[in-house]
């Protein structure tokens, strides 16, 4: 293969995976989703796709969205293995100290993205994962209450994060 057709492939596949995003963000804001952030990377490391709020409750999911044009080589989800939850779990971790709020759940959801033709299939696998999956025998759960409803700790410097800029300190 060519370094001309290795670029298209990667543009294509990038573009195709853009599209997914967008269509996984209407699907859940129709469904009474709020968007609060897409594709935030913390600078501690990690990676969100989309962050959203659930209307009416005080629950943050942080959201993985896999796209695919078939699944020839296995369901969307399949591809979301221990290492990019481990990311998702830092990202997460870092925008709950951001927030300060003990009363916010938080939870990991993955939306799968089906582009068959000119069709868009869409699947919301709710919980699909739990902060507890990425750790080793022993080690201490990143976010405390993640997945369960228990109250998170207080940390961090308050508020929202608006950018992927981390606030300044005084």
Known sequence: MLLGERLEQARRV??????????????????????????????????????????????LVFVEVKTRSSEEFGAPHEAVDWVKRRRVIQAAQEWLELLNQPDVTARFDIVEVLAIGKRWQVRHLADAFFAAETLHAGSIPLIPGANRGDVLPKRGYGGVAQSRRRPARD
């Open 14 to 59: 990038h573009d195709l995976g853009w599209r997914g995003e967008k269509v996984a963000g209407e699907f859940l804001r129709k469904r009474g989703y709020k968007i609060l952030m897409r594709n935030y990377v913390p600078r501690r490391g990690g990676e969100v796709d989309l962050v959203c709020r659930v209307r009416g409750k005080r629950e």
